[in-house]
């Protein structure tokens, strides 16, 4: 079932289409990652979805509810965390997150409890009583999503979260994303920071200029524009023989010979990295090394955004 | 760039490219032509009238000094819009750090802020040429008179600057680099109005000694720009927090050890989360806290009235010198006021804390209720001392309890009505600075065209002073009591108007703060 439905959803601002026409579904606890360049459209799309911007038209339903009708109660199922981070510098970690358990009508008695509770999921327990200014970028960020899981929303919209932040804190955030994955929410995650949604997102939208180009799981994409794919197989008898042999294989469009291994580009969906090693093999090849390279989204994402 | 001076160069370039400016010099050209005009009208009937057309001729000397008088006012009110901004703005665009690591340094780069920002001061000085001509052509003004006039008048507008520039060095935002303006400067008003007072003595014939005075104003100057050079680096290399941050947390500190105030007693927010951060996590959302900030404020307001009345020689004087207080009391108030409204919703706007709080289900009534809620208290915190001065007319002849209780309706009629079109103007304009300038210059704009037209069409008088809060103020505290009824026309007139748009705002707050 679908969590989230878009349907020809388009948002203009004076004689500007910010989001022109784009439709898209999210299956309920599946992680949407939104790739885009800055201005694609990717903040304006998730304020709609957050109940912040008005469609110019088109159509969206979280949770079976529709946006222009009900849009309190999709308030209720929602949790955003905008480009930065929406905090206020001079609360104490506490007095925030009491803040918001105020403003989502959460009952007294249980704020306590909960407040632990989120805080240990984000690893914060140990700076209740900090200032929030006195945080750093990472915790900042991690606080950000403490306080959208108060109300325990189905949906997690987060724009940018991992902007800024430092490889460490990257980290971090992805593990506590697949951990609120595993809990069942469904997040929608925009970024242009392709490697790590490339790894963390069950499913990806590309949208440029407010147009969504391409839609589907990674290995779907990497087979739409039909990405190379490079293994370097290190031999111990390396002839031409081989490396010509090895060239006729379906599915391989180049083969270089090197002195001591031969670098072999694949057509990705054509052949599997396995079924290449077993092929090799049968050839007579004596193989001591086999390295398939990992497949790039940023050669993926500028070959889908270039210029006919 | 200009002359080898970057930013200043930047900043006439970007001044020049700002429409508000030109429509600032617009207003400000209009308004001074238009008070020129009335004045020299009112001098041409008396002296038609005494005897003859031709004896208004030698009559310049009167015209010129009304001109330099508004000159001067204008002056010490419009620079601080101009020049409180100079280095907030580089603050709040994050340019001041890579600004400071230049070549430039934090020397020249007051020197060209300051610069930048006198560029347009003088213009506003030079465009009114026209008019002190005609004053001089009307004959009894010397070019003498005329190069001292424009001397006098370009000091008086360093020093504002130069203080201004001082202020806006330690202040965090622009807002507070303003407000701390105005509010300091009203205790230096007496330096600022050196050359006003030197050179009306010198027209009305008592040549004396200036040339101290100008040594004291260009000491004022220079010392003002030092000091904010030292301050600007101090701030920013040597000490840890800005200079408001730490005297803010002095005076808490103070009232921790006098038992009124103490930071481990924080409640947390209960039922609306709102009201919460604006009134009870404030200090002024403690009991005792505030009532001791009504308490002194009032006093202090008590003291000013008590020593301005020992102080008055005569009854006369005393008639003048506490309404005159008092106005500046309502000047004072509604400034804070507009001031302290504007960013209420702007600031949780450039935060990016309001699209957080609309994303909860609280309704957009609640959201602007609960971030009045703070300005409630502050009316209060005006209101009372303000009322002090009230309760000191009640001395004078002209004044009865009925002035008491139509100040006290005019207080709670107007303040509210300037609160809303404030927080209105703030959600509309992209800047906090902006919406400031647009309020505080819309609203004397508003007053000023009202009373050129009570002039100019006395028939209409009965519709024109009841819209002009100023007009009202201005008669009541001048204890002007014939046109009674107009008072509470205004009180009704802008009760109504607050009441409308609170309930317009409140019933569209979601739409006004941009959610569906």
């Keep these: 079932m679908s969590m989230i439905v878009v349907e020809n959803?388009?948002?203009?601002?004076?004689?500007?289409?910010?989001?022109?026409?784009?439709?898209?579904?999210?299956?309920?606890?599946?992680?949407?990652?939104?790739?885009?360049?800055?201005?694609?459209?990717?903040?304006?799309?998730?304020?709609v979805l957050a109940t912040l911007q008005k469609p110019t038209s088109g159509d969206v339903i979280i949770d079976g509810k529709h946006l222009l009708a009900d849009p309190?109660?999709?308030?209720?199922?929602?949790?955003?965390?905008?480009?930065?981070f929406g905090t206020y510098d001079d609360f104490t970690v506490r007095e925030f997150l009491f803040f918001f358990q105020a403003a989502y009508g959460i009952e007294a008695s249980k704020r306590e409890q909960l407040l632990t509770d989120v805080l240990n999921l984000t690893d914060l327990q140990d700076r209740v009583e900090q200032k929030v200014d006195t945080l750093s970028r990472g915790m900042k960020q991690r606080l950000s999503i403490a306080r959208v899981l108060l109300h325990d929303p189905k949906v997690l919209l987060l724009d940018e979260p991992a902007s800024g932040l430092d490889p460490r804190a990257r980290i971090e955030l992805r593990e506590l994303l697949k951990e609120l994955q595993k809990m069942g929410k469904t997040i929608i995650?925009?970024?242009?920071?392709?490697?790590?949604?490339?790894?963390?997102?069950?499913?990806?939208?590309?949208?440029?200029?407010?147009?969504?180009?391409?839609?589907?799981?990674?290995?779907?994409?990497?087979?739409?524009?039909?990405?190379?794919?490079?293994?370097?197989?290190?031999?111990?008898?390396?002839?031409?023989?081989?490396?010509?042999?090895?060239?006729q294989i379906d599915g391989?469009?180049?083969?270089?010979?090197?002195?001591?291994?031969?670098?072999?580009?694949?057509?990705?969906?054509?052949?599997?990295?396995?079924?290449?090693?077993?092929?090799?093999?049968?050839?007579?090849?004596?193989?001591?090394?086999?390295?398939?390279?990992?497949?790039?989204?940023?050669?993926?994402?500028?070959?889908?955004?270039?210029?006919? | 760039m200009i002359f080898a001076l970057p930013l200043a160069g930047r900043e006439l370039h970007r001044l020049a490219l700002r429409p508000r400016i030109h429509l600032l010099k617009m207003i400000f050209v209009g308004g001074v032509f238009s008070l020129v005009y009335l004045y020299y009208q009112s001098l041409y009937q008396v002296t038609t009238e005494q005897?003859?057309?031709?004896?208004?001729?030698?009559?310049?000397?009167?015209?010129?000094?009304?001109?330099?008088?508004?000159?001067?006012?204008?002056?010490?009110?419009?620079?601080?819009?101009?020049?409180?901004?100079?280095?907030?703005?580089?603050?709040?665009?994050?340019?001041?750090?890579?600004?400071?690591?230049?070549?430039?340094?934090?020397?020249?780069?007051?020197?060209?802020?300051?610069?930048?920002?006198?560029?347009?001061?003088?213009?506003?000085?030079?465009?009114?040429?026209?008019?002190?001509?005609?004053?001089?052509?009307?004959?009894?003004?010397?070019?003498?008179?005329?190069?001292?006039?424009?001397?006098?008048?370009?000091?008086?507008?360093?020093?504002?600057?130069?203080?201004?520039?001082?202020?806006?060095?330690?202040?965090?935002?622009?807002?507070?680099?303003?407000?701390?303006?105005?509010?300091l400067g009203g205790f230096l008003w007496g330096i600022f109005c050196l050359p006003?007072?030197?050179?009306?003595?010198?027209?009305?014939?008592?040549?004396?000694n200036a040339l101290g005075a100008y040594v004291i104003l260009s000491l004022f100057i220079i010392s003002n720009l030092v000091l904010a050079r030292v301050l600007l680096v101090k701030e920013h290399f040597y000490w840890k927090e800005n200079i408001q941050s730490s005297v803010k947390?002095?005076?808490?500190?103070?009232?921790?050890?006098?038992?009124?105030?103490?930071?481990?007693?924080?409640?947390?927010?209960?039922?609306?989360?709102?009201?919460?951060?604006?009134?009870?996590?404030?200090?002024?959302?403690?009991?005792?806290?505030?009532?001791?900030?009504?308490?002194?404020?009032?006093?202090?307001?008590?003291?000013?009235?008590?020593?301005l009345r020992s102080g008055s020689v005569t009854f006369l004087y005393q008639i003048h010198t506490i309404p005159q207080f008092t106005l500046v009391l309502w000047g004072a108030v509604f400034l804070v006021m507009t001031l302290c409204s504007i960013p209420v919703l702007a600031l949780e706007r450039d935060r990016k804390t309001l699209d957080v709080i609309l994303t909860t289900p609280l309704s957009g009534?609640?959201?602007?209720?609960?971030?009045?809620?703070?300005?409630?208290?502050?009316?209060?915190?005006?209101?009372?001392?303000?009322?002090?001065?009230?309760?000191?007319?009640?001395?004078?002849?002209?004044?009865?309890?009925?002035?008491?209780?139509?100040?006290?309706?005019?207080?709670?009629?107007?303040?509210?009505?300037?609160?809303?079109?404030?927080?209105?103007?703030?959600?509309?304009?992209?800047?906090?600075?902006?919406?400031?300038v647009v309020v505080v210059i819309g609203l004397l704009s508003w007053c000023c065209v009202l009373g050129v037209l009570t002039f100019l069409i006395p028939s209409m008088k009965a519709v024109f002073i009841p819209l002009n809060p100023l007009h009202v103020l201005y008669a009541q505290e001048m204890g002007w009591n014939q046109q009674n009824y107009l008072v509470w026309v205004c009180i009704a007139i802008f009760s109504l108007l607050s009441f409308t748009l609170r309930a317009w705002m409140l019933n569209n707050a979601d739409r006004i703060l941009g959610r569906f």
Excluded at chain 2, 159 to 177: D, E, K, M, N, R
Excluded at chain 2, 378 to 384: D, E, P, R
Aim: charged share 20%; glycine share 8%.
């Design chain 2, 51 to 183: 005897s003859g057309f031709l004896q208004v001729m030698g009559r310049g000397r009167d015209l010129f000094h009304f001109i330099f008088r508004v000159q001067h006012y204008s002056i010490c009110l419009v620079l601080p819009l101009l020049m409180s901004g100079a280095v907030t703005q580089e603050k709040e665009n994050g340019t001041l750090d890579v600004l400071l690591v230049t070549p430039i340094g934090p020397g020249g780069l007051m020197k060209q802020l300051f610069l930048s920002r006198a560029v347009p001061m003088l213009i506003f000085l030079f465009i009114l040429l026209p008019l002190q001509a005609i004053a001089y052509s009307l004959g009894g003004v010397t070019v003498q008179d005329i190069l001292q006039a424009i001397a006098a008048l370009v000091i008086s507008g360093l020093a504002v600057g130069a203080f201004s520039l001082a202020i806006s060095s330690v202040a965090q935002t622009t807002l507070s680099a303003m407000l701390s303006v105005y509010l």
């Design chain 2, 365 to 436: 009534r609640e959201i602007l209720s609960g971030k009045i809620s703070g300005l409630r208290r502050l009316v209060w915190l005006l209101g009372l001392p303000l009322s002090v001065s009230f309760l000191f007319h009640l001395g004078l002849e002209e004044f009865g309890w009925q002035y008491y209780v139509t100040q006290v309706l005019l207080f709670f009629s107007l303040l509210p009505a300037v609160v809303w079109i404030s927080i209105w103007v703030s959600i509309k304009t992209r800047s906090r600075t902006r919406a400031s």
């Design chain 1, 189 to 247: 995650i925009s970024s242009h920071i392709l490697h790590e949604l490339s790894q963390l997102c069950t499913c990806l939208g590309i949208l440029e200029s407010g147009r969504l180009i391409a839609e589907g799981s990674v290995k779907e994409i990497y087979q739409e524009v039909g990405l190379m794919r490079l293994i370097h197989v290190g031999l111990e008898n390396p002839t031409e023989e081989l490396r010509a042999e090895v060239a």
């Design chain 2, 196 to 208: 006003l007072t030197l050179f009306s003595a010198r027209l009305k014939g008592r040549e004396e």
């Design chain 2, 249 to 307: 947390k002095k005076i808490l500190w103070l009232f921790e050890k006098l038992k009124l105030y103490s930071p481990d007693l924080r409640v947390l927010p209960n039922q609306d989360p709102l009201y919460w951060k604006e009134v009870e996590r404030c200090w002024w959302g403690r009991r005792g806290l505030f009532i001791t900030a009504l308490l002194t404020m009032s006093m202090i307001t008590c003291l000013c009235c008590l020593g």
């Design chain 1, 72 to 84: 309190q109660e999709i308030r209720r199922v929602v949790g955003y965390v905008p480009d930065v």
């Design chain 1, 9 to 47: 959803l388009k948002v203009t601002f004076g004689s500007i289409d910010a989001v022109r026409t784009i439709s898209f579904e999210v299956p309920e606890g599946d992680v949407f990652g939104f790739i885009g360049p800055n201005g694609a459209g990717k903040t304006t799309t998730l304020k």
């Design chain 1, 252 to 308: 391989v469009m180049d083969v270089q010979l090197q002195s001591d291994r031969l670098s072999i580009e694949v057509q990705e969906g054509k052949i599997s990295p396995a079924e290449l090693l077993h092929r090799i093999q049968d050839m007579g090849a004596r193989v001591y090394m086999y390295q398939p390279e990992a497949l790039d989204m940023e050669t993926a994402f500028i070959k889908l955004t270039q210029s006919p």
